[in-house]
T-cell receptor, first 113, second 113 residues
Framework: GDSVTQMEGPVTLSEEAFLTINCTYT??????LFWYVQYPGEGLQLLLK?????DKGSNKGFEATYRKETTSFHLEKGSVQVSDSAVYFC????????????FGTGTRLQVFP | GAGVSQSPSNKVTEKGKDVELRCDPI?????LYWYRQSLGQGLEFLIY????????KSGLPSDRFSAERTGGSVSTLTIQRTQQEDSAVYLC???????????FGPGTRLLVL
């Protein structure tokens, strides 16, 4: 069945460091891909998404490119801030009637000053 | 405007008791989802409602779990005879239409003693 695999955390970085969180997926067809973020004490928020191959989603300095050939959707940011500390979830949806989200296990990011 | 709201925010119950969790979706959103976030299983889909269509219950883990959505708006997730493994954060999400972003509520944290 469909699945999403994320790198395990926690990822610990100093402020202004470069961030990569790896995400790969297994799915037939052409799923839509998402990154959701969960800040401490808050609910899940959509960070960015891409709906077809080679699309790049971007928001708040974060980017991810939908790579069909490597079935990947890695999250990157050029310079992280302390306020980026959160748990990041990669997810896919197959569309169709339900369009449910299938999530990875989440990666905790800790950014220190 | 108002986001997805859930109540209660926290619930502590004794093993064997029944619990009801409530979700108020964003006004006008036709689709509603329940997910569960637990340490052992990550984020997993439970059930999906779309308008007047029959719900997709494929993610419910056992027949102790049920959900209803009244008047196409508010939804209640009921867990009967709770077990310790039911302890988790229960998340509700809604979306306005087909192939649109899901918006998540803050969740209900359930602890079964």
């Amino acid at each position: 069945g469909d699945s999403v695999t994320q790198m395990e955390g926690p990822v610990t970085l100093s402020e202004e460091a470069f961030l990569t969180i790896n995400c790969t997926y297994t799915a037939t067809g052409y799923p839509s891909l998402f990154w959701y973020v969960q800040y401490p004490g808050e609910g899940l928020q959509l960070l960015l998404k891409a709906t077809k191959a080679d699309d790049k989603g971007s928001n708040k300095g974060f980017e991810a490119t939908y790579r069909k050939e490597t079935t990947s959707f890695h999250l990157e940011k050029g310079s992280v801030q302390v306020s980026d500390s959160a748990v990041y979830f990669c997810a896919l949806s197959r569309g169709g009637n339900t369009d449910k989200l299938i999530f990875g296990t989440g990666t905790r990011l800790q950014v220190f000053p | 405007g108002a986001g997805v709201s859930q109540s209660p925010s926290n619930k502590v119950t004794e093993k064997g008791k029944d619990v009801e969790l409530r979700c108020d979706p964003i006004s006008g959103h036709t689709a509603l989802y329940w997910y569960r976030q637990s340490l052992g299983q990550g984020l997993e889909f439970l059930i999906y409602f779309q308008g007047n269509s029959a719900p997709d219950k494929s993610g419910l883990p056992s027949d102790r779990f049920s959900a209803e959505r009244t008047g196409g708006s508010v939804s209640t997730l009921t867990i009967q005879r709770t077990q310790q493994e039911d302890s988790a954060v229960y998340l509700c999400a809604s979306r306005p239409g087909i192939q649109e972003t899901q918006y998540f509520g803050p969740g209900t944290r359930l602890l079964v003693l």
